[in-house]
């Protein structure tokens, strides 16, 4: 009976080894995605606020010309 625990305990000890990995790398590759996003969303500021800046030229020069 004694070895039988054994080899469950080894067992579970290895499975929570496995899970313990797991959840590392998914934490490290959710850094990675989060990391990602917020280039992307630095991105999209950037070209918006061109926009907004172009779009403002153009509504000024629009007015102007009338």
Do not use: C, G, P
């Not at 290895?14 to 990391?35: G, T």
């Not at 918006?48 to 102007?64: A, P």
Request: charged share 25%; no cysteine; hydrophobic share 40%.
């Amino acid at each position: 009976m004694a070895k039988l625990h054994v080899a469950q305990i080894e067992y579970l000890s290895q499975q929570l080894i496995d899970q313990i990995n797991n959840a590392n790398h998914l934490i490290v590759k959710s850094k990675h995605e989060l990391y990602l996003a917020q280039l992307t969303i630095r991105s999209l500021l950037a070209v918006y606020d061109e926009w907004v800046v172009e779009r403002e030229l153009d509504n000024k020069s629009y007015f102007q010309n009338e």
